[in-house]
T-cell receptor
Framework: DTEVTQTPKHLVMGMTNKKSLKCEQH?????MYWYKQKAKKPPELMFV???????INESVPSRFSPECPNSSLLNLHLHALQPEDSALYLC???????????????FGQGTRLTVV | AQSVSQHNHHVILSEAASLELGCNYS??????LFWYVQYPGQHLQLLLK??????LVKGIKGFEAEFIKSKFSFNLRKPSVQWSDTAEYFC????????????FGTGTRLQVTL
């Protein structure tokens, strides 16, 4: 199983809503990531988790709240988003955190989020 | 901080033409290099990767890339493209020995015509 599964595939939410994006992998990977991808732009790193602990937060606004309940799951809690937050949110995982372990990242299909 | 440049934003080729997509990065230390492909409506998939050793790397679907350290480049090549290669191609860089901060280039949209 080399898949990273993200749910839901599509999400439309109002600016006052609270919703969560979910990501799951069963490859035994210990590093997991959230990326944001706007149309015709490259993915931009938001958060990195290593061994279920937050390792990197790329100055993401607090209306995005990540959570890693266990080594297979990664959530992104959304609250009071703005229309400009509409994007494709990608989850990824890799076997190790340090680059010297020669790991590569596997990406999910993403959740296409629209904030209205 | 590292950065990645892909100078070709949109490339249109006929089937069987040869392909070369440029990728340059700025980072003074050791890096790991990747090319990812995103087919329409699909997720990012790894085409090939370079960690160390032979600078000419072969990937899936007939793609290859050459790491030229002196030029800070990692260009992607394919001798003969197919219509099914139509996709967005992203170069990505990660400094070795750090937390896994993978930085992507702006992407190149490849359109292959019949």
């Amino acid at each position: 199983d080399t898949e990273v599964t993200q749910t839901p595939k599509h999400l439309v939410m109002g600016m006052t809503n609270k919703k969560s994006l979910k990501c799951e992998q069963h490859m035994g990977h210990r590093a997991m990531y959230w990326y944001k991808q706007k149309a015709k732009k490259p993915p931009e790193l938001m958060f990195v988790y290593s061994y279920e602990k937050l390792s990197i937060n790329e100055s993401v606004p607090s209306r995005f709240s990540p959570e890693c309940p266990n080594s297979s799951l990664l959530n992104l809690h959304l609250h009071a988003l703005q229309p400009e937050d509409s994007a494709l949110y990608l989850c990824a995982s890799s076997q190790g955190l340090l680059a010297r372990q020669n790991t590569e990242a596997f990406f999910g299909q993403g959740t296409r989020l629209t904030v209205v | 901080a590292q950065s990645v440049s892909q100078h070709n934003h949109h490339v249109i080729l006929s089937e069987a033409a040869s392909l070369e997509l440029g990728c340059n990065y700025s980072y003074g230390g050791t890096v790991n290099l990747f090319w990812y492909v995103q087919y329409p409506g699909q997720h990012l998939q790894l085409l090939l990767k370079y960690f160390s050793g032979d600078p000419l790397v072969k990937g899936i679907k007939g793609f290859e890339a050459e790491f030229i350290k002196s030029k800070f480049s990692f260009n992607l090549r394919k001798p003969s493209v197919q219509w099914s290669d139509t996709a967005e191609y992203f170069c990505a860089v990660r400094p070795a020995g750090t937390a896994s901060k993978l930085t992507f280039g702006t992407g190149t949209r490849l359109q292959v015509t019949l």
